[in-house]
């Protein structure tokens, strides 16, 4: 395996979408508590993640970490800019995701309702994805990419970071880089607006919420 100083970092582009796409299906989608679930498959899903990935990877805010021995990407953050929410294409959640998905969005939405201030600011950056190939794990990677993407929020004027968490270990990390929660939806009393089931109740623990953190920058 190649040492921490044969990683290559580097912005993320268009040219990047079907292999980020790819790593999503195979290293978040079949781990991802909230998405375990609700049963959603890679092999299912047609528009997620290729929608979010578009939607982010044209801003230019999104990092990609790349192995220098063989140019395989071993992690990503991919993250978005309030500033540009208005020119991103609509989604009809309807016919762009799967129902399986839906039941996802859902708990996301509600997690976020009362909190457009923080998604919506024109000097916000949000935090959608951090996913690191377990191959490259313990290596201070996704340590290095919320400082590297911090770098690049205060670059584009950005004072606000925010990160929707569906498991522990992402809050953990977003926590120790200084955010600090603003809402928590507990899995086992949530209730699926569209259903009135309890579709993520039976989520084993360490996994017990989806939070939303915020961490302030100080922009010089």
């Given at each position: 395996?190649?040492?921490?100083?044969?990683?290559?970092?580097?912005?993320?582009?268009?040219n990047d979408e079907s292999e980020v796409v790819r790593f999503v299906q195979d290293h978040f989608i079949p781990v991802e508590p909230a998405l375990v679930a609700?049963?959603?498959?890679?092999?299912?899903?047609?528009?997620?993640?290729?929608?979010?990935?578009?939607?982010?990877?044209?801003?230019?805010?999104?990092?990609?970490?790349?192995?220098?021995?063989?140019?395989?990407?071993?992690?990503?953050?991919?993250?978005?800019?309030?500033?540009?929410?208005?020119?991103?294409?609509?989604?009809?959640?309807?016919?762009?995701?799967?129902?399986?998905?839906?039941?996802?969005?859902?708990?996301?939405?509600?997690?976020?309702?009362?909190?457009?201030?923080?998604?919506?600011?024109?000097?916000?950056?949000?935090?959608?994805?951090?996913?690191?190939?377990?191959?490259?794990?313990?290596?201070?990677?996704?340590?290095?990419?919320?400082?590297?993407?911090?770098?690049?929020?205060?670059?584009?004027?950005?004072?606000?970071?925010?990160?929707?968490?569906?498991?522990?270990?992402?809050?953990?990390?977003?926590?120790?880089?200084?955010?600090?929660?603003?809402?928590?939806?507990?899995?086992?009393?949530?209730?699926?607006?569209?259903?009135?089931?309890?579709?993520?109740?039976?989520?084993?623990?360490?996994?017990?919420?989806?939070?939303?953190?915020?961490?302030?920058?100080?922009?010089?």
């Amino acid at each position: 395996m190649a040492s921490n100083s044969n990683l290559t970092y580097r912005i993320l582009t268009s040219n990047d979408e079907s292999e980020v796409v790819r790593f999503v299906q195979d290293h978040f989608i079949p781990v991802e508590p909230a998405l375990v679930a609700a049963n959603v498959r890679a092999e299912e899903e047609h528009a997620f993640p290729s929608v979010i990935i578009k939607n982010s990877l044209w801003q230019g805010v999104s990092i990609g970490v790349f192995d220098g021995t063989n140019g395989n990407l071993c992690a990503i953050r991919i993250n978005m800019l309030g500033k540009n929410d208005h020119c991103l294409p609509y989604e009809d959640n309807d016919s762009m995701h799967t129902e399986k998905q839906l039941v996802v969005h859902r708990i996301l939405e509600y997690a976020n309702e009362g909190l457009e201030d923080y998604l919506c600011k024109k000097n916000c950056m949000q935090h959608v994805f951090v996913i690191v190939n377990q191959a490259y794990a313990r290596r201070g990677i996704a340590t290095e990419l919320y400082k590297r993407s911090e770098e690049l929020a205060r670059e584009n004027g950005c004072e606000i970071m925010k990160a929707t968490c569906t498991n522990c270990y992402t809050r953990r990390s977003v926590e120790k880089a200084g955010y600090v929660k603003v809402k928590e939806v507990p899995y086992a009393t949530y209730v699926d607006g569209a259903t009135g089931r309890k579709p993520f109740v039976d989520i084993p623990p360490p996994h017990t919420s989806v939070s939303v953190l915020i961490k302030t920058l100080h922009v010089s």
